[in-house]
């Protein structure tokens, strides 16, 4: 099963690629205070159809250049 993520696109300037951030809750393990971290991960984005702002799914794939292991999926409504 590959991993899916849920993210917003933030960059869409390279051909065919776009940069996601995903936001993740944690909780830390000693004072259980919340607090918010980012990741981003470049996506094949094979039509170029995806703008800044557009909410996304993106998934494990292989390696296709040296900074994409993920794909997008779909666009999820806002």
């Not at 557009?54 to 994409?68: A, G, H, M």
Request: glycine share 4%; no cysteine.
């Amino acid at each position: 099963m590959k991993r899916r993520l849920k993210g917003t696109v933030i960059s869409d300037k390279q051909d065919k690629s776009v940069v996601v951030r995903v936001e993740a809750l944690k909780s830390h393990p000693i004072y259980r205070k919340k607090y918010k971290t980012t990741s981003k991960f470049m996506a094949h984005d094979e039509n170029g159809k995806f703008k800044i702002g557009d909410i996304v799914t993106i998934e494990e794939s292989r390696p296709l250049s040296k900074n994409k292991r993920w794909r997008v999926v779909e666009e999820n409504n806002k």
